[in-house]
Each structure stands twice: as structure tokens, then as C-alpha cells.
């Protein structure tokens, strides 16, 4: 970047920073550089491609205003990832690093694999924050939400990238029953000496299911003093767990007030668009590429991230045993496989529903997912967004995703009032008893 570009880049950085979030200052905006202007474009770089698509998606609007003030004439942006330089083969260091190898990250849980979108946006500022600077904000960092929601991946994330920018920093990864089980180790071995050294001299300490520790008073002491050491050492301290801290009925006051004096991060499950993104990734890491139709016919069968990862590695498996490319017809027959296996796949899917409305009512697909609102098309539309809730079970979220991607809130309006003209109204609803009578015939 010359010295031109930099200071008007930092001029718009400085009126940003105005404008939005310190976390998602702090997570987009600190390593973005602008590269070039011309022709009336503007191109701007960032890390990897979650930042990319935050800058251009969310923070665009922000950002070209800024920007075309700044340069007194009209520009459009561009987003690209950043190539960082290699280091030269001679300056390769060991295969295995023994800082990560006693830190215990999964090698697989890095920050360019985490899939980003609304439902982990702020928890992704939030580590991204703590990567530029460990044990200045958000200490601790509580994450807490459902199974498969990430909160893992994004913790162990926040270590790899502190051992990248510094080798040396001490890090320990471990689970809750896994500190519980070490410290009755300790005592039965009189050890214990040596398990709070291991702890306490932890500048990045990151504990999974810290709910696990509930109920255990000589394990909760331990934690206390293990928590207040690394703190007053100036060191990082992140958790995770399947409820917020006033939920841990069963934890020492005086841990959950510390854990409430921190950052308290709600995970929410994977909308439509993540659950996509994160089998796009997953079969990149096998080293495979598939359709962006099947990724999404996947991510609309299948809500739970664990069982959906399980999904793609069958899919994978059988498309290269039985040399067939993984269309979305070959996924619909591996899925029949795996639903007797413990997989809820509803037979209907979401284009099945919006088919049936569309020829129900006479109205197009693309007037069902536009932004028309004369009563011959929002009647239909409220329809089907109580079909797909009630009949396929679908969250709010991925309703508005499919819906063009509408607020959850106009969801729940839509359901509510057909609801409500159901109940009042005994006579009316014979076209929505037609459609379901056709779902019925997919078996769901």
C-alpha cells in the first residue's frame, strides 16, 4: 500500500470505526488494507474469506460511502483475499510443531475452515479480537449454545492463531472432564503440585464444557484459584458450555460472577446458508469438490451439523466407490440409505411445498420469493411460510432464507395470521388441506 492509499485508508478506517461495533471493527476491518483505486473501483484486501464476505456483503454500504467521500468521486468495491507470502522451504520448520501438540488443538479447527454467517457473527468478532490482543478484551470469553453449533471449532481457532503470532505463548486445551479427572489424579498420585503448575502458568487457557464441573466442590475450588492466577498474570481465558453461566445452577457463585464479567456469547444453530458453507468446507478437506445444488439440497434434509458431516462423508464415500459423480439425485439415494441409520430426513423438501403452492394459488416461484404484496401473492406466500414451519419443521431463519431472505420476524407475522384464520375461521384453508394431503403422499 503507498503512502497515499494508506492515509486515505486510515481517514476511512477512523470514520468506520464510528459506524459500527467495536467486535466487528476489531474482527473486519483490522487487517483489511486498501490496494488500489481506478476506474472508479476501489480494491481492498483481507485476510481469508469470512472477512471477505462480511466487507463486501454487510459493510460495503459503510465503506464505499466513506470512501467515495474521501476521494470526491463515486466508487464501487472490490474484496479480495489477501496472498500472504511463504516462507522459503530452507525456514520449514518440524512437521509437528510441540507447542500445538501439547496445546491438544484439533488440527482441523482453524479460523480458515469456521464458517461464518449471522447466527456466530458476533462470537467471530469476538475471537478475532482476542487473536490481536490476548488477555485485553473480552476475559473471559464465554461461549456457550447447542451441539454442533461450533463453539469448539472457534475456541481451538483462537489458539492455533495465537501460536502462529507467537510459538512461545504457553496453551492449554482441555476439557472439563478432563481437568476433573486430573486433578483427582493428582491427588490420588500427589501430583497436585505439578497439575496446578500446568494450569495456573497458562497464558491461553481454553476449557471445553466447563458445565461439567458442576456439583464438584474440590474441582471447582481448584478452577477458582486456576482462573483468578491466569487472570492476574495477565493471560487469556476462553469457555465453553451448553448454557449461559446463570443457568449452572450447580457452580459456586463466585465463578459465575466472574464468568458473567466477561463476554457471554450465545452460538444460535446453523442457518440454511451455514449449514451450506459448512459442507462446501468440509468436502474441501477432503480434497473435494461438490456442487453447490447438493451442498444445499444437504443443508435442507438435514439441520444437525454432526449428522450432516456425517451425510457428506457417506456421500463422498459411495460417489467414489461407485465412480458416480454426487449429483443431487445420487445424495437423494444416499440419504434413503442413511435414513434408516438414525438420520430424520422429511421425504417432502422445500421445493416440494413451494411447487405446491405455486400451482395451488397460481403464482410463480419468483413471485412467492419477491417483494410483491398485492393479496393474490402475499396470501400464498403466508401459506407457504406456514406450510414449511409446521409441516417441515423448518427454524424462522432458514424460512426467510429461502423466502429471499426475509427477517424472522415477518416469518412468525405470516405463520401467526394464517394460524389465526385457521382458528377462526373453520370453512377456510381447504387449499392448505389439498397441499398437505400432497405432502402426505411423500410420507413426512
Known sequence: MNTELKQVWEEVLAEVELEVSKPEFSAFFSSAQLEKVSDGFALVSCRNNAERQFLEQKFNPVITKILSSKLGSPIELQVNIRQEKVSDENEIGPLFSPTINTAGLDP??????????????????AAMSIIKNPGKT??????????????????????????????????????????TNGIIEAIKNNTTGAFKRK??????????????????????????HTFVSIKKAGGQIILTSDRPPHE??????????????????????????????????????????????VA?????????????????????????????????????????????NGYTRPRASVSDVMKLV???FNVTLNDLKGDRRTRSIAL??????????????????DIGSFLGGRDHTTIMYGVDKVENK???????????????NSLSGKNL
Open 380 to 397: 400464498p406466500r403466508q401459506i407457504l411460510m406456514y406450510l414449511l414451519r409446521k409441516e417441515l419443521k423448518l427454524s424462522l431463519q
Open 422 to 436: 385457521l382458528l377462526k375461521d373453520s370453512g377456510w384453508g381447504g387449499e392448505i388441506l389439498q397441499i398437505k
Open 199 to 224: 494450569y495456573r502458568r497458562a497464558q491461553l487457557l481454553l476449557l471445553d464444557d466447563i458445565q461439567f464441573i458442576q456439583g464438584k466442590i474440590k474441582v471447582q475450588e481448584e478452577f477458582f
Open 108 to 125: 482441523l479447527y482453524t479460523i480458515e475452515n469456521f464458517a461464518v454467517s449471522s447466527s456466530n457473527q458476533l462470537a467471530y468478532a
Open 248 to 293: 449452572l445452577l450447580e457452580l459456586e457463585a463466585r465463578l459465575r460472577s466472574r464468568f458473567e464479567a466477561g463476554l457471554i456469547v450465545d452460538i444460535s444453530p446453523p442457518t440454511f446458508e451455514l449449514r451450506s458453507a459448512i459442507i462446501l468446507i468440509k468436502a474441501r478437506q477432503r480434497g473435494k469438490q461438490i456442487p453447490m445444488e
Open 296 to 340: 444445499q439440497y444437504l443443508a435442507e434434509q438435514i439441520d444437525d451439523t454432526r449428522r450432516l458431516e456425517g451425510a457428506l462423508i457417506r456421500l463422498l464415500t459411495e460417489s467414489e466407490i461407485n465412480h458416480q459423480p454426487p449429483t443431487i439425485e445420487f445424495a437423494e439415494e444416499v440419504l434413503g440409505k442413511t435414513a434408516t
Open 138 to 179: 473480552y476475559n473471559p470469553l464465554f461461549l456457550w449454545g447447542g451441539v454442533g453449533v461450533g463453539k469448539t471449532h472457534l475456541m481451538h481457532s483462537i489458539g492455533h492463531e495465537v501460536l502462529k503470532k507467537d510459538p512461545s505463548i504457553r496453551v492449554v486445551s482441555c476439557m472439563g472432564e478432563e481437568f
Open 358 to 360: 405455486s400451482n395451488q
